[in-house]
């Protein structure tokens, strides 16, 4: 049994991270990582099959900032832009060594078309490795793995 | 740190409020705000643009009354009736003085169109002022701010 | 007021069973349901009405087990396969004797369509009661009540 204050610091950060991302503020998300942090946005399909080919492999700290600066600085203006609002919970959360944990969690982001109606972007889990150790709780991995083969558009934001 | 306690209390004033809605029952919506009570359902590019044109502005309790007589006495029988569910996500809670905290929250509706089929009504992020003092909490303000720009129908129930 | 842990122990349950699903995992999903466990999915249309006629009805453990069965040999192969993901809220919770509580949860089941897209495939109301007496906490009944109508495609898997 992992005690209340733990969890409520994990889930404190996933809240922080879809906030971050429904308010298109990049910095925000780069630092829900800890320094040795990784993100890899990949479809279930490929992980069924134990096919590599990700969405958004940022396999270090400085490959997620990285895609800050390409998404904010790089990509911008080049993009039709789109607002998303992340929905998460968690569903399972294991301990794995001092003040690390495997953190698996349902997300479905929901996102405004351009014909300014809301639908599903994306739905899937998060399986993540959150450090819990020192100040905030921080990922030390986060791996999106999405149920959507299709999506209804192309991704310019992590999710 | 705000204690688990005033916590609970503030979700479950969020979750009385969905049910309130989701049974169409407008007496128990009008009952979570308290005696100086405001809501507002305004739509995100006006929030952004600072223009005030809302979709719907009960700018005091008598409003907020007046609209449950509305929906039940005036205009029942006159519009196609609908069914939401609404799901809700505090994302974030700042006290703001004795016994009244600023609440956001993630929210997605999802409702039954009269096809049958269930789809996203709106989604966007609740402002929300809390008063937790006596007795249970209530809403001082509620701001539905909505991502949606243009709703599959017009609403006729809060959100 | 019901203390923290037994709700924790609640909610914890319905992600058990959330996931159960969402993995096909159709042995955990009986699992979750004690010895003398129900199931019923119904449309909120003949709930309303005061209308039997159920999706599904498996109002003894036996008939749950059948269904386990059903899906796992007898229909395997024969259907179009469909990934879910579950969201569950609850909303609701009162005492029904001792470790009896009767439970209320709003939930929306997201899933992928063969075009590879993620729609709403049904959203309703669980109505819930749960034992809590020994070990984890299981179904002694589960009524899920869809608001959707018309679901999008035919169901398979259990609410």
Same mark, same amino acid.
């Given at each position: 049994?992992?005690?209340?204050? $733990?969890? !409520?610091?994990?889930?404190?950060?996933?809240? &922080?991270? %879809? &906030?971050?991302?429904? #308010?298109?503020?990049?910095? !925000?998300?780069?630092?829900?990582?800890?320094?040795?942090?990784?993100? =890899?946005? =990949? %479809?279930?399909?490929? /992980? @069924?099959? @134990?096919?590599?080919?990700? =969405?958004?492999? @940022?396999?270090?700290?400085?490959?997620? #900032? @990285?895609?800050? #600066?390409?998404?904010?600085? /790089?990509?911008?203006?080049?993009?039709?832009?789109?607002?998303?609002?992340?929905? *998460?919970?968690? =569903?399972?959360?294991?301990?794995?060594?001092?003040? /690390?944990? %495997?953190?698996?969690?349902? +997300?479905?982001? %929901?996102? #405004?078309?351009?014909?300014?109606?809301?639908?599903?972007?994306? !739905?899937?889990?998060?399986?993540?490795?959150?450090? $819990?150790?020192?100040?905030? !709780?921080? +990922?030390?991995?986060?791996?999106?793995?999405?149920?959507? *083969?299709? $999506?209804? &558009?192309?991704?310019?934001?992590? /999710?």
């Amino acid at each position: 049994m992992i005690d209340p204050d $733990t969890l !409520a610091r994990i889930d404190s950060l996933q809240l &922080r991270y %879809a &906030r971050a991302l429904d #308010t298109r503020n990049l910095a !925000a998300w780069a630092e829900c990582f800890g320094e040795a942090g990784r993100y =890899i946005c =990949i %479809a279930r399909e490929n /992980v @069924d099959q @134990d096919l590599p080919l990700a =969405i958004m492999m @940022d396999d270090s700290r400085a490959r997620i #900032t @990285d895609r800050v #600066t390409y998404v904010t600085e /790089v990509w911008a203006g080049t993009f039709e832009d789109y607002q998303t609002r992340h929905f *998460v919970q968690r =569903i399972d959360c294991v301990p794995r060594g001092t003040d /690390v944990f %495997a953190v698996e969690s349902n +997300f479905l982001v %929901a996102y #405004t078309t351009t014909r300014g109606r809301s639908e599903i972007l994306v !739905a899937g889990t998060y399986e993540d490795e959150i450090e $819990t150790g020192r100040g905030e !709780a921080r +990922f030390r991995a986060k791996k999106a793995i999405l149920d959507t *083969v299709t $999506t209804p &558009r192309y991704l310019v934001y992590p /999710v």
